[in-house]
């Protein structure tokens, strides 16, 4: 125990990870912990209060586990394997209705929300990337650029620890599965790949390894059910933020006319390839910047930005667009609130959380919303 420690109660788990605490009214934040949690914290010199190390559990939680990982304590990669994985769900659930809340200013009961968990909390992930110094291989610390040598990683499929095992360390990596076979991609940057073909119910995607995927190779096709339930059927349908195609290809067979824009020339080229691949002539392919779209009027509208979500142009040109039904999905809970927030025409009809990222404090969302 040192001198300057402070014992801190941990109320919830906030977005990031993070237990949220307070000592003399000031908020802390504490990697970690779970709520109900006493715990002993240290302010780190030169950071302020606000940024804390965790120096002792003094009382834990009912739902605090060993981790499985064996490299959990220093490793920055996961957020809860301090933990069950329903206890997990049950934190996520909370800081996404939350936010929602605080940001949004929109109020979803538990009941209003359904979570598509992952079939496995393990071994899902279909792209690990690994930092090189010298010799050492491995992940960065947490909050640090320090590197945590491993010689494998729960979340990356066994597969490929024999492949991490004897790389040598140069230059840092990433390790990429194809998502239903057995097949490695060692690459240290997009294109040093051939674009590999991936066979889905129905139709044949090609992707270049490096490029944008979902990550959880378990939740692919339950991922593009629910947003194929979502929007529903009819006869036209834009997609903003399309990337290679990962939507557009399933989205094709469930409307007459389809849209597709993207501004990553790459992306556009390998989507096209795809759509003429499995012989389908009914989308149109747009390559320009989706923030700049001007909204013509469709059936529905299906978006998924980046974490920084929608710009404020696009937001009022969707909102004053008309259009009956958008399609929201997002990787970031703070600006689907805030985006949504904007959509002040639009009303919520559904939302699904997808745990795409199990023992992280990241999560995968779809929301439908309906013009009032």
Excluded at 204 to 216: C, V, W
Excluded at 351 to 369: K, Q
Aim: aromatic share 8%; with cysteine.
């Amino acid at each position: 125990m040192t001198n300057n420690s402070k014992i801190v109660n941990i109320e919830k788990v906030v977005q990031g990870g993070k237990g949220l605490g307070r000592i003399d009214g000031q908020v802390v934040f504490v990697d970690r912990v779970l709520p109900g949690e006493e715990v002993r914290i240290i302010p780190q010199p030169g950071r302020g209060v606000l940024n804390v190390k965790l120096e002792e559990i003094l009382i834990p939680s009912v739902a605090r586990v060993k981790s499985d990982c064996p490299f959990y304590s220093r490793c920055g990669g996961c957020d809860f394997r301090h933990t069950d994985y329903e206890t997990e769900l049950e934190i996520k659930t909370g800081i996404f209705r939350e936010t929602l809340q605080r940001i949004g200013k929109i109020e979803i009961s538990p009941d209003d929300m359904s979570v598509i968990p992952s079939p496995d909390r393990n071994r899902y992930r279909i792209r690990t990337h690994f930092q090189c110094e010298q010799t050492r291989k491995g992940f960065f610390v947490k909050g640090s650029h320090d590197i945590v040598p491993v010689d494998d990683c729960l979340l990356m499929p066994v597969h490929l620890t024999p492949i991490l095992q004897k790389t040598r360390c140069r230059n840092s990596f990433y390790l990429e599965t194809h998502p239903f076979r057995e097949i490695a991609y060692r690459y240290r940057k997009a294109g040093e790949v051939e674009p590999v073909k991936i066979e889905f119910d129905g139709y044949t995607m090609l992707h270049q390894p490096g490029s944008f995927f979902q990550a959880n190779r378990f939740l692919l096709q339950k991922f593009i059910e629910t947003v194929l339930d979502f929007a529903g059927k009819g006869n036209t349908a834009w997609e903003l933020f399309a990337g290679s195609g990962f939507l557009t290809l399933p989205l094709a067979r469930q409307f007459l006319t389809l849209s597709a824009m993207e501004w990553s020339h790459s992306a556009v080229i390998t989507m096209k390839k795809s759509l003429s691949l499995n012989d389908i002539s009914s989308v149109s392919v747009v390559e320009g910047d989706c923030n700049r779209w001007t909204p013509v009027p469709c059936d529905v509208l299906v978006l998924d930005p980046p974490r920084e979500g929608m710009a404020s142009e696009l937001a009022k040109g969707v909102n004053d667009s008309g259009i009956p039904r958008i399609v929201y999905v997002s990787c970031d809970a703070a600006t689907l609130a805030r985006d949504i927030r904007r959509l002040e025409r639009y009303q919520i009809e559904r939302v699904v959380l997808i745990d795409m990222f199990p023992g992280t404090a990241h999560f995968e969302t779809m929301v439908r919303l309906f013009l009032k």
